[in-house]
């Protein structure tokens, strides 16, 4: 059985992936006093993909109309390349790109990086406070994690309020306290702790890639909304590869673990819809990330049979849960301004999924929700993929 050529994201029990003032005088320097100041309550930014306020600018650091300066998706989704393995060359690369200005919205006002749905912390270092100094670090800092961070809990957030916005609140994983760890020794969503967890090295950090923490999040939400149904996997859908148990299909239909990847992929290309290359950042060729033999990117998967997938990836779950979110997007980008319906249909359907599902069984539990909700005005369109990938 083929073994994935990157690290990726393990679905198991935990499913993974991939100065000081002059003592005799104090003077208030009003210009920096905001620097000092913790944010407060915010609103959320709502359904805009892309809030107004938000954009690249080389003066984000100094500039305060900016709450923080963040990657915009990952370190290599506007340069493209690679990044240096010269520890001073790649500091420079990741600086350089690390000025994404961004408001930070929906803060609980307690001074940290948490509202009522999720919390960013760290293993070894402080939880960072809600200040322009705290907020606007270099990423990879030495005995800091304060840039890691601030780029997954803008990201994780980005993706909470734009879902729930366009979905009428239908957002699982809302108000579920869910703990994001940015330099674990590992990566994926531990169910049992309800924590997403990011592994940290020396030379990368999977903090640094917003769309692979938008990933997990989806994974989490699905698991929150039927947390029972995911406590045994179908014997006879999957089969152990990899040294991993139930890591493969058995066939092109899908499983479990598939739809799994799945969800969390569909979160994450929706959210960057104009590159959903995700995980380029961790892969680091240039290239996209390599599933099983698959690219991980649904631009170029538009076609893909699961049969053929199937075959390529030796029935490795990961790969075919590409074709699962792929069928997904495809649906999403023909709906047109109704798009936000396949989002409600989706985020609905991850209550109804369970360990026993495949494909098939998926789709026909969404055409369910699609009667009650919209007169089944989208069923077809689940239809019609399926007979396109073969199934």
Not at 148 to 166: L, S, T
Not at 221 to 248: F, I, V
């Amino acid at each position: 059985m083929r073994r994935p050529s990157k690290p990726t994201i393990v679905l198991a029990t935990v499913v993974m992936i991939l100065g000081y003032q002059n003592c005799g005088e104090f003077v208030v320097d009003t210009g920096k006093l905001s620097q000092f100041s913790s944010l407060g309550a915010t609103q959320s930014a709502g359904a805009d993909l892309v809030p107004s306020t938000d954009k690249f600018d080389s003066s984000c650091k100094t500039n305060s109309a900016y709450d923080a300066c963040v990657f915009q998706q990952n370190p290599l989704s506007r340069s493209g390349g690679t990044l240096s393995a010269d520890a001073a060359t790649r500091q420079q690369q990741l600086s350089a790109q690390a000025l994404y200005g961004v408001k930070l919205t929906s803060l609980a006002g307690n001074g940290k990086l948490e509202n009522a749905t999720f919390s960013v912390q760290s293993l070894s270092t402080p939880q960072v406070s809600t200040t322009a100094l705290a907020l606007k670090s270099d990423p990879g800092t030495a005995n800091s994690s304060a840039f890691e961070q601030a780029n997954v809990y803008y990201w994780i957030n980005r993706a909470a309020e734009y879902f729930d916005a366009r979905t009428n609140g239908a957002l699982p994983a809302k108000g579920k306290a869910i703990k994001v760890l940015v330099d674990d020794t590992l990566t994926g969503y531990d169910s049992a702790k309800n924590t997403i967890r990011l592994k940290r090295s020396d030379t990368n950090s999977v903090a640094w890639s917003g769309d692979l923490a938008v990933h997990l999040f989806g994974v989490a939400n699905l698991m929150l909304a039927n947390p029972s149904g995911w406590a045994a996997l179908s014997a006879t859908k999957h089969s152990t590869c990899n040294a991993m148990d139930k890591g493969c299909c058995t066939a092109a239909v899908g499983c479990g673990n598939a739809i799994r990847f799945g969800v969390g992929e569909y979160f994450a290309a929706s959210l960057f819809p104009e590159r959903t290359r995700i995980g380029e950042a961790l892969a680091n060729t240039g290239n996209p990330q390599i599933i099983g033999g698959v690219a991980r990117d649904l631009a170029s998967l538009s076609s893909s049979s699961a049969t053929s997938t199937f075959t390529t990836a030796t029935g490795y779950a990961q790969s075919l849960g590409l074709v699962y979110a792929s069928m997904w997007f495809e649906i999403r980008k023909a709906s047109g301004t109704q798009s936000n319906e396949i989002d409600r249909l989706f985020l609905e359907h991850l209550s109804l999924l369970d360990g026993n599902d495949d494909f098939r069984t998926a789709f026909a539990k969404v055409k369910t929700i699609d009667a009650r909700l919209f007169s089944g005005r989208h069923s077809s369109k689940f239809d019609n993929q399926l007979t396109a990938r073969g199934i």
